[in-house]
């Protein structure tokens, strides 16, 4: 009885060394799927790049306008992954006391509301032409909500003539709890080397706080960028439940590469 503990101590030791070798494996095999997916994921981007973005826009429906306009910066740190700072600011004009996803669970029934939305985060890029945005921040003026958004984007059959943009937002407001979603699929129409033309639909559902049942509205939408100026227009008109509605987009980049040129 007495090789009875020496044998189960054996066969702990080995036990232990088989599980260290596991685990040791497994951490290398880890570390070369990162390398093989993701080469030189933890050296510095090469060239750095900042990118400067503005953008703006209108929304109308019988029941609520708004207006916004900001501006984004984007720094790259590594081939993968960039750092995001954005400023937004709100005109939100409310009628018939629609309960509006942007507007402030206090102040849901004011005619109007000005307000700036402060956010920060990280950029990913999950694979070439896909990107996922994840931000946090606040507002400040007649809201004072904490934010926390998530915005994703896709470029598929990249190598064909008509290449297909799918893309994702998603977003919760602490204050007036209201969780708030966009999707959009469009198409690129007509491409140029000066510019490119894009056509499809989307679509916007939120509920939560004092918006009992899901609301939304979607429709098809028109856009043209062009390439030289870096400046690009969206026209979207559809349904939902504020009723019939319109909006205009617009974004203008700028792109600093190491130098300072654009």
């Not at 984007?74 to 006391?97: K, M």
């Not at 470029?155 to 209201?178: C, M």
């Not at 004092?210 to 028109?222: E, F």
């Amino acid at each position: 009885m007495a090789s009875q503990p020496k044998t189960l101590r054996t066969f702990r030791i080995v036990g232990l060394l088989v599980l260290a070798c596991a685990l040791g494996w497994t951490g290398s095999a880890r570390a070369q799927l990162l390398q093989n997916l993701y080469p030189g994921f933890f050296e510095p981007a090469n060239p750095q790049v900042l990118d400067a973005i503005l953008f703006g826009g209108g929304f109308g429906s019988q029941d609520y306008g708004a207006v916004q306009e900001g501006f984004q910066l984007e720094q790259t740190v590594t081939p993968y992954i960039g750092v995001v700072g954005r400023v937004t600011g709100y005109q939100l004009w409310i009628g018939d006391h629609f309960n509006n996803p942007l507007a402030p669970s206090t102040l849901t029934h004011q005619a109007r509301l000005n307000f700036a939305r402060l956010q920060a985060g990280v950029e990913l890029t999950l694979y070439p032409g896909t990107t996922l945005f994840l931000l946090g921040g606040g507002d400040v003026g007649d809201s004072s909500a904490a934010v926390i958004e998530g915005d994703f984007s896709s470029w598929l059959f990249t190598h064909t003539h008509h290449p297909i943009n799918f893309s994702f937002s998603a977003s919760h407001d602490y204050e007036n709890q209201v969780t708030s979603s966009e999707i959009d699929v469009r198409m690129v129409m007509f491409s140029t080397a000066n510019y490119l033309a894009t056509a499809g639909g989307g679509g916007a559902i939120y509920q939560g706080g004092q918006i009992t049942s899901a609301g939304g509205q979607g429709g098809p939408d028109l856009g043209i960028y062009f390439r030289k100026w870096g400046f690009g227009v969206d026209l979207q008109g559809g349904y939902g439940t504020a009723g019939g509605f319109g909006q205009l987009s617009f974004i203008k980049q700028f792109d600093f590469v190491e130098s300072g040129r654009f």
